[in-house]
């Protein structure tokens, strides 16, 4: 079983749930689960799909896409999401390029110890996610003038914030639902190490 709750195969979707199935498909010609699970209102399909592509995919992003999978990744291990963090270790790891430094990145994170990989901005953008992960509750000023302390902008300090959030998110309705990778192929980037 793919999630707790029914969802509508393609085969069988009609309608706006036939335009959003279209709509969301991956690279790969296929609709992840992340994405089937809100079958049942494919409204809330896409307004997830929105977000999704505008805190990862917009162009005007300054921050490259891979740390930004980077801090998708970290959220998601924080959140104990294994869907979430399946996929975007691996897109992290396509897009980083090097291997060895992706699993020093997943161990560092797996030790809450990010900076045994990143420094400067990147650390204290990470510090700021993984604190507004866990600890939401506590983020002060502070928090943000670290950043800033780096070199980071207020853009960048934005665009983590907006990954992370989307992030916490998505962890919560994969996690809540019961989402499992049954089915879907894992990654939005090809592996062509894998091929």
């Known amino acids: 079983m793919a999630a707790w709750i029914r969802m509508i195969p393609i085969e069988q979707a009609t309608g706006f749930l036939k335009q959003m199935y279209d709509k969301v498909k ?3 010609g296929t609709v992840d689960n992340v994405m089937k699970v809100h079958s049942l209102r494919p409204h809330t399909m896409d307004g ?12 005007e992003n300054s921050l490259s896409l891979a740390f930004l999978e980077a801090v998708g990744t970290y959220t998601s291990m924080i959140n ?7 996929n975007h270790y691996h897109n992290a790891r396509v897009l980083m390029g090097d291997d060895a430094r992706a699993e020093r990145m997943r161990q560092a994170f797996a ?23 866990a ?14 302390d780096a070199g980071g902008t207020d853009e960048e300090i934005l ?3 907006q ?9 919560r309705l994969l996690n809540g639902l019961g989402v499992t990778l049954q089915g879907d192929t894992v990654g939005y980037y090809k592996d062509d190490k894998k091929a």
């Open 135 to 148: 600890r939401p509750q506590d983020m002060v000023e502070a928090d943000v003038q670290a950043i800033k």
């Open 48 to 59: 997830h799909y929105v977000l999704y592509k505008a805190a990862l995919h917009n162009k």
């Open 163 to 171: 990954v992370c959030a989307y992030f916490n998110y998505a962890n």
């Open 80 to 86: 104990k999401c294994d869907y979430s963090f399946t």
């Open 26 to 28: 991956t690279p790969h």
């Open 111 to 133: 030790e809450g110890r990010p900076e045994k990989v990143f420094q400067g901005k990147e650390l204290a953008l990470l510090r700021y996610a993984g604190k507004l992960t």
């Open 159 to 161: 665009e983590v914030n």
